[in-house]
């Protein structure tokens, strides 16, 4: 069992900055692929960013590119989405996800059934 812990949404004005933080138990968690997604209202979740568990190999939607960073400290169980240039549209309840099964390198941990646990989700609401 993993259980999974999200911080750090909340509201920010359009062009700014927030990092979110997803802590998780688990002895092995160098060996989970972790990733972010995020569901906004009356709509689909959807995929944001993952990480491998050697850190070595990261995964982004288009939407993310260049303006979302994910990375993880495994000495500390922890993964981190620094979000930066923030949009309206990027108001979402965000989740951490954790993918305990070896998927080949050129498998970029995008789909939900990739997964096998998940966070609460924590909340960000981003004003124009």
């Known amino acids: 069992q993993v259980q999974l812990v999200e911080s750090g949404g909340g509201l920010v004005q359009g062009g700014g900055s927030l990092r979110l933080s997803c802590a998780a138990s688990?002895?092995?968690?160098?060996?989970?692929?972790m990733g972010w997604f995020r569901q906004a209202a009356g709509k689909e979740r959807e995929f944001v960013a993952a990480?491998?568990?050697?850190?070595?190999?990261?995964y982004y939607a288009d939407s993310a590119k260049g303006r979302f960073t994910i990375f993880r400290d495994n000495a500390k169980n922890t993964v981190n989405l620094q979000m930066n240039s923030l949009k309206p549209e990027d108001t979402a309840v965000y989740y951490c996800?954790?993918?305990?099964?070896?998927?080949?390198?050129?498998?970029?941990?995008?789909?939900?059934?990739?997964?096998?646990?998940w966070g609460q989700g924590t909340q960000v609401t981003v004003s124009s």
């Open positions: 996800a954790a993918g305990l099964r070896y998927y080949s390198g050129s498998t970029a941990y995008s789909a939900r059934n990739e997964y096998d646990y």
């Open positions: 990480i491998r568990g050697s850190g070595g190999n990261t």
């Open positions: 688990g002895r092995t968690f160098n060996s989970y692929a």
